[in-house]
């Protein structure tokens, strides 16, 4: 604890006391000892008590705070107070808490331009400075905190890969906005551009829907990729049950991140690693949960570079086995009405992680963060109060897994002559849609963009957006604006969509992404032409165009790989890196030589 910030003496003499459980023969246990301990080392120290640090805090373990704080979206605006908070547990705790920057691309403010490539691209730098920040600086354990998107998979894999004792610390979403009387989310602004270009939604409508979407701070607050994440972290064992839920703004947010640093302190004790807690059953149980809530389908691409980095045996193919297993029990956007806030208000991510075990949908033998299995957490919150009765949450947007929303879950991975590696596709709507029809293809997102804008679009029509994949876009960009263009313009259900890129976690319809291998790499969606004609069909979980083997082979032999978008940069360097979206898009040197 900095010189800055001085306790009272009962919690100096607390502090002091958990110290104590650190001295003696853990002490080699520390690394921290690398630079805290030893005559050689007063160098070390000295830099330390530069910074206000004394001799209780030398003599504690460290614990990285990496914290992504930032102007830069209302996702992380507040995680200053976030990081605080956890500082004081695991200051109270006995650690010394050392807080350090890594970035942040806020999805939404990028999102359908150019800038939108750095997003996938940022997993991978927050990952690496986390990484190498904990390593140079011989920490000893790190509560990760994360508030946009792709903070949560950056930080889980820091902590896979540097295999401390971690907590994962969410920094909670966003409460909706009100319009007209209902609950809204940034999607309905995506949607209302779509709307308003149809005209049907005027431009007073859409300034006052635009005032009103976001009304503080926190990541998007529907089930969307930032509350997946958080949800699968609980899934996975990473965070504690129940840490997901809280909204950016309320005290218990603060509650949950001061319990994240006491608890970094209990895992230093008992030496608990990610490496006992992530098996092939906990992503299992992760999996399970994403198609139960309807999760965003960047999940798929996060979980298997989780497994990567995890030694775990995933595929995108186990995706869809647990999804026809599972039924989809939560309706929340974007395919429901509801949001974060509202699955908080009865109980929060255990309500549906216990309705899954008790039907046999998940490992209840599954190790979690705190020491105890999935099972036994489930039962600690009930004993404690903390987690209501079944019988007595009353939510129409959650159901039974005997009467569910859906008989399976709404991951659906796709597969056929248009994406022999696999797609991915989320059901927001009819879990037996099937759609044929006219390809319209386009190079990139800005052009699909203008076709959808120009009221172009024509019932049937199969929108084909490709060279936007890990390599070749570079980056797999979102592609929210098209998407949610194409529903504002009454196209949710008539006009399908595929790409070797991503799709936000808000997007609905009949949208199909992460098609491989992607047009870069000669996949076949990089040798379709305008007017083949294209097979949507989710029962059958085909995607397909009308050309025989053949064909598709003489298109090949005439076909070129794209030049490079980028010859220099960090977007020329991750261009060189990734590997496929099948595989997670990962950019681990000893991950991508395994596949």
């Known amino acids: 604890m900095s010189e800055q910030q001085p306790r009272s003496e009962g919690e100096r003499s607390r502090r002091r006391d958990d110290a104590d459980r650190f001295a003696g023969e853990k002490d080699g246990d520390l690394r921290s000892r690398d630079v805290t301990e030893g005559a050689d080392k007063a160098p070390h120290r000295a830099m330390f008590r530069a910074m206000g640090f004394d001799d209780e805090d030398l003599s504690s373990p460290i614990v990285g705070v990496p914290n992504p704080a930032a102007d830069i979206t209302p996702c992380n605006v507040h995680l200053d107070d976030v990081a605080d908070a956890a500082i004081d547990g695991i200051d109270a705790a006995g650690g010394m808490p050392i807080e350090f920057g890594t970035i942040t ?21 927050i990952a690496d400075s986390v ?7 011989r920490m000893d354990a790190l509560v990760t905190v994360a508030g946009c998107d792709k903070n949560l998979p950056g930080m889980l894999m820091a902590s896979i890969r540097t295999d401390l004792p971690s907590v994962f610390l969410y920094g909670g979403s966003i409460m909706p906005g009100e319009h007209e009387g209902r609950d809204v989310t940034i999607v309905q602004v995506f949607e209302g551009v779509g709307a308003y270009a149809e005209g049907d939604m005027s431009g007073e409508e859409l300034d006052d829907l635009e005032r009103h979407a976001c009304p503080g701070a926190g990541s998007c607050g529907g089930m969307f990729t930032a509350n997946t994440m958080a ?3 609980e899934a996975l064992g990473m965070a504690p049950l129940g840490s997901a839920s809280a909204p950016a703004e309320d005290a218990e947010r603060y509650e949950v991140a001061e319990r994240a640093g006491e608890l970094a302190l209990e895992c ?12 092939r059953e906990s992503f299992e149980n992760a999996i399970a949960l994403q198609t139960a809530i309807g999760g965003s389908t960047n999940g798929v691409l996060h979980l298997l570079a989780l497994a990567a980095e995890a030694d775990v045996d995933l595929s995108i193919e186990d995706f869809d086995e647990i999804s026809r297993r599972t039924p989809k029990i939560a309706d929340l ?13 009865v109980g929060g991510v255990p309500v549906v992680l216990r309705r899954l075990l008790e039907a046999d949908l998940l490992h209840g033998d599954a190790m979690t963060v705190t020491g105890r299995t999935l099972a036994e957490e489930l039962a ?9 009765d079944d019988d007595d949450i009353e939510a129409d947007f959650l159901y039974t897994v005997d009467d569910p929303k859906e008989e399976e879950g709404a991951i659906k991975i796709l597969k056929g002559n248009l ?18 029809g006219p390809a319209r293809v386009f190079e990139n997102e800005e052009d699909a963009m203008e076709y959808v804008q120009s009221g172009a679009v024509d019932s049937g029509d199969v929108i084909v957006i ?5 390599t070749g876009g570079p980056g797999m960009r979102e592609m929210l604006g098209v998407t949610a263009a194409v529903v504002g313009a009454g196209h949710e259900d008539d006009v399908a969509l595929l790409t070797d890129g991503r799709f936000s976690g808000a997007t609905r319809g009949p949208m199909i992404g992460h098609v491989a291998p992607e047009a870069a790499d000669g996949g076949p969606i990089g040798l379709i032409e305008d007017g083949d004609h294209v097979t949507v069909d989710i029962p059958e979980r085909d995607l397909a165009v009308d050309l025989s083997e053949e064909e598709l082979a003489e298109r090949r032999e005439e076909w070129d790989a794209p030049e490079p978008q980028y010859e220099g940069g960090v977007l020329a360097k991750y261009a060189r890196d990734f590997a496929g979206a099948s595989d997670g898009a990962v950019t681990n040197p000893r991950l991508t030589h395994d596949l």
């Open 419 to 436: 994406a022999p590696n696999g797609s991915v596709l989320k059901v927001t709507g009819d879990d037996e849609f099937y759609h044929e």
């Open 380 to 388: 600690e919150l009930e004993e404690r109060g903390d987690l209501p």
């Open 333 to 345: 956007q974007p395919g429901g009405s509801r949001v974060m806030n509202d699955l908080h208000e």
């Open 131 to 137: 990484e190498l920040v904990s390593f140079g600086e």
């Open 105 to 125: 691309i806020s999805d939404a403010i990028s999102m359908g331009t150019e800038g939108m490539k750095a997003s996938l691209i940022s997993r991978e730098v």
């Open 231 to 233: 949800s699968i972290s």
């Open 466 to 470: 490709r060279n936007e994949g890990p």
């Open 268 to 279: 230093i004790e008992e030496d608990r690693r990610p490496s006992d807690i992530l098996s």
